[in-house]
């Protein structure tokens, strides 16, 4: 079976019952790994969580299935849960599939990768679940923050909700954990809901690192060439967190393309970002950065800085120590690509 996040909700029970293979994919890497965190909540019997890497498991296919048969230390339930780029888990996933030996649930997080892609086919022809999520605009994650906030006993108004949702920069992640915050602070639950207010939001809500985050994200992504070195030197005299940071571009990346989407071939792109903060899908100050970085960030380009992102996250979580270097080397290649992109003589 397949959904999206619009019928995802009403999707899930059925699949938690019936699947035993679910596949989470599309551009909204948040949205996909909430998708997952549901389908664990849903299981008749989630037990132990066993993760595996997508990279893992290209080099040796058989070991999903090995661990799909296996019981648990003391024979209780397990699951596993597989991070993977693209297509990486594809082969393990037919090995999985061709045997019939009963299996304990898996999930697929798959960064890059589409309903389209070859392992999605494969579970989807299984009676498995492909789910593809698509990065949601602000009214949608206003409303997801909402629904967060009921199911942890918080009475939020929707001036609340959408503070959180452009705090969070639209990443349903952090927001789940501005909620989680919340309730904790208001001892609030279902069984005895709390009001919120804008001062208990203040009270336990830190300043944003996106509002450090933003004017390099612009430099680098916009094409600013004076702008680039002297905001990585900030970075680095603020101490900026590496992963932190490249999340926040990430986040730039998934809405620029969700902008792409709508946008289509109308070449007039100041004319249609300003339709979106009238419609409130974006905001309004954000509007003369994502004006310039539309303009460069357009088809193949957009999609190898999509890939070129992922890579770079990738090194550094292996690569820890060396992750402020990495990290600069990587949006120094990719600035030097958007200062190219942005000249009146530069052709695709």
């Known amino acids: 079976m397949k959904a999206t996040q619009k019928d995802f909700a009403g999707l899930a029970e059925r699949a938690a019952r ?22 664990v909540s ?27 048969r296996s019981s648990s230390l003391f024979g209780f339930a397990r699951h596993i849960w597989v991070r993977a780029q693209g297509d990486e888990a594809h082969d393990a996933v037919q090995i999985l599939l061709e045997n019939a030996v009963q299996a304990c649930p898996v999930l697929i997080v798959a960064t890059g990768a589409t309903d389209k892609s070859r392992t999605a086919k494969l579970i989807a022809e299984r009676d498995g679940l492909v789910a593809t999520f698509y990065p949601p605009d602000l009214g949608a994650v206003t409303a997801s923050v909402r629904t ?47 009001p919120v207010s804008t001062a208990d939001l203040d009270a336990v809500s830190a300043k944003t690192e996106d ?42 990346s998934a809405q620029l393309a969700a902008l792409n989407a709508r946008l289509g071939h109308d070449p007039d792109v100041s004319a249609f970002l300003k339709a979106e903060a009238g419609a409130r899908r974006i905001f309004w100050k954000d509007q003369p950065a994502l004006t310039a970085q539309l303009k460069i960030w357009r088809g193949q380009r957009l999609e190898r800085l999509a890939a070129r992102l992922i890579s770079l996250h990738q090194a550094l979580l292996t690569n820890s120590q060396d992750a402020e270097l990495l990290l600069s080397e990587g949006l120094l290649t990719i600035a030097r690509i958007a200062i190219g992109a942005a000249r009146p003589s530069f052709r695709s």
Not at 55 to 60: G, I, M, P, S, T
Not at 169 to 193: C, Q
Not at 233 to 242: A, K, Q, S
């Open 211 to 252: 509002d450090d985050f933003g004017p390099l994200v612009d430099a680098v992504l916009g094409g600013k060439r004076e702008a680039v070195g002297p905001e990585l030197r900030r970075m680095r005299e603020l101490g900026i967190n590496p992963v932190g940071l490249l999340l926040a571009f990430e986040r730039r």
């Open 148 to 194: 967060m906030a009921n199911g942890a006993g918080l009475k939020m108004g929707s001036e609340i909700a959408e503070r959180i949702a452009r705090a969070s920069g639209l990443d349903t992640r952090l927001a789940r954990s501005e909620v989680t915050k919340l309730a904790l602070y208001l001892d609030a639950s279902p069984e005895a809901p709390r």
């Open 18 to 39: 019936q699947a035993r293979v679910f596949f989470f994919c599309g551009p909204d890497e948040a949205g996909a790994n909430d998708a997952a965190a549901r389908i």
């Open 42 to 68: 849903l299981l008749p019997e989630a037990g132990e969580r066993v993760e595996l890497a997508g990279a893992d498991l290209r080099k040796d296919p058989v070991r999903l299935g090995d661990e799909a």
